[in-house]
């Protein structure tokens, strides 16, 4: 099993930043690759971006691509999502998670979720 808490959400103004972490413990060295995804009010969740572990690649969504970078500290067991020149479509809860299967840009092959953090973004 593995944990994951996220952390780091709030309300910023239209192109402002934030940057979210998330913490893993538990069976960590079982961990390939994680990813950050969202969920709006009345939507599916929806893919963010991803990381592996091996090489460091990277994969985003279409709509973050350029304005969000995801990366990770091994040592400490965290993957961060830094989000700029943010918009009010960006508002939604931001999940992170540890990828099971490799399923491109979508969460079924993601588990071990955490809580989520809040993200607002006022216009």
């Known amino acids: 099993q593995v944990q994951l808490v996220e952390s780091g959400g709030g309300l910023v103004q239209a192109g402002g930043s934030l940057k979210l972490s998330c913490a893993a413990s538990g069976r960590t060295f079982s961990i390939r690759a994680m990813g950050w995804f969202r969920q709006a009010p009345g939507k599916e969740r929806e893919f963010v971006a991803s990381?592996?572990?091996?090489?460091?690649?990277?994969d985003y969504a279409d709509s973050v691509k350029g304005r969000f970078t995801i990366s990770r500290d091994n040592a400490k067991n965290l993957v961060y999502l830094q989000m700029d020149s943010l918009k009010p479509t960006d508002t939604a809860v931001y999940y992170c998670?540890?990828?099971?299967?490799?399923?491109?840009?979508?969460?079924?092959?993601?588990?071990?979720w955490g809580q989520g953090t809040q993200v607002t973004v006022s216009s």
């Open positions: 990381i592996s572990w091996n090489d460091y690649s990277t």
């Open positions: 998670a540890v990828r099971l299967y490799y399923t491109p840009h979508t969460a079924l092959g993601y588990g071990f």
